[in-house]
């Protein structure tokens, strides 16, 4: 599903789940732009973004049962996602569904909304990393399951983090409770969001008329 960069609730342009979590500073970022630089981080980045986007699309294509050529560059991570999907009986009800929450004013599209055999309906995140997730996912993770509620009347009891090893397209598996702070935390950032806005606003009406 292609990226949705403007979404408007109620008349009003509403910040996607990313743009929420991603006010948090991030000083493991702020040291490996300094030891490498602005050039080689932004290369790094750009290829890995591009990777993930095509490995992405072609989950989309497999679990939509839409082929994927056995010679594509990144067919090992299809196999891979495809083998655990089959020994584990998992359900997949929506790949990259967009949702929206009314209630707080934000959207976004979570990688999946699945089910285990025994009926636990989860979160489902794709990652292609060679490390595991940050606390910002989890929090992304709750704020995609209220949406989920919201939508379809029942919230997703669990998380689901399955990553690919990007060299090797490993797949191992993480799962996490849907604890209540994931997403008192996310809405922690909804509302610095709005202050950082107000803030911007205030400096540029105000602060810069006297360099004008």
């Given at each position: 599903m292609p990226h949705i960069s403007s979404h408007y609730i109620n008349g009003v342009k509403a910040p996607s789940v990313n743009q929420v979590t991603g006010c948090i500073s991030n000083e493991g970022l702020v040291k490996w732009w300094r030891k490498l630089g602005f050039a080689a981080c932004d290369k790094i980045t750009k290829e890995s973004q591009e990777r993930?986007?095509?490995?992405?699309?072609?989950?989309?294509?497999?679990?939509?049962?839409?082929?994927?050529?056995?010679?594509?560059?990144?067919?090992?991570?299809?196999?891979?996602?495809?083998?655990?999907?089959?020994?584990?009986?998992?359900?997949?009800?929506?790949?990259?569904?967009h949702l929206e929450s009314k209630q707080y004013a934000y959207h976004g599209s979570p990688d999946a909304v699945g089910q285990t055999k025994d009926g636990v309906l989860e979160v489902v995140d794709f990652k292609i990393k060679d490390k595991e997730a940050d606390y910002r996912i989890l929090m992304n993770e709750a704020a995609y399951a209220q949406m989920w509620l919201e939508e379809k009347g029942a919230k997703p009891e669990r998380f689901r983090i399955l990553n690919f090893h990007p060299k090797t397209a490993e797949l191992t598996e993480k799962v996490y409770e849907n604890k209540p702070e994931y997403f008192e935390d996310f809405l922690t950032c909804r509302k610095m969001l709005e202050v950082n806005k107000k803030a911007d606003t205030y400096y540029r009406t105000h602060c810069m008329k006297r360099y004008k």
């Open positions: 993930g986007t095509e490995i992405h699309g072609l989950f989309e294509a497999m679990l939509k049962g839409q082929p994927v050529p056995e010679g594509h560059r990144y067919y090992a991570f299809v196999s891979a996602l495809q083998m655990w999907n089959i020994s584990s009986g998992y359900k997949f009800l929506a790949i990259e569904p």
